[in-house]
């Protein structure tokens, strides 16, 4: 079992930055994918970055170029850098966890491929 802790959501003006945080407990992560979803009102869940347990990254195309995705193995953690925010990057934001066991060059980027979500983190964009 992997228990996830999202922090670092909150409130910030369009073209701001955000560093979110997601603390792992229970087993390390260095072993296995991690990656980043939201969900906005209304909207499905969607993939946002993800990155294999050999650091492979994946970015979901609404945030190339903006996101980057970060893991340290050490301090069991996972992070996710947002740059030039935009209103639409509104949304709560789940860290998720897989079991393991895949290939060092994949990186997961359906829900299905996820095992372990954490609670979310709220993420607000003014315009």
């Known amino acids: 079992q992997v228990q996830l802790v999202e922090s670092g959501g909150g409130l910030v003006q369009a073209g701001g930055s955000l560093r979110l945080s997601c603390a792992a407990s229970?087993?390390?992560?260095?072993?296995?994918?991690m990656g980043w979803f939201r969900q906005a009102p209304g909207k499905e869940r969607e993939f946002v970055a993800g990155?294999?347990?050999?650091?492979?990254?994946y970015y979901g195309d609404s945030v190339k170029g903006r996101f980057t995705i970060s893991r340290d193995n050490a301090k069991n953690t996972v992070a996710l850098q947002m740059n030039s925010l935009k209103p639409e990057d509104t949304a709560v934001y789940y860290c998720?966890?897989?079991?393991?066991?895949?290939?060092?060059?994949?990186?997961?980027?359906?829900?299905?491929?996820?095992?372990?979500w954490g609670q979310g983190t709220q993420v607000t964009v003014s315009s």
């Open positions: 998720a966890a897989d079991r393991g066991h895949r290939s060092r060059w994949y990186v997961p980027h359906a829900l299905y491929e996820y095992d372990y």
């Open positions: 990155i294999s347990w050999s650091g492979i990254t």
């Open positions: 229970g087993r390390t992560i260095s072993s296995i994918a």
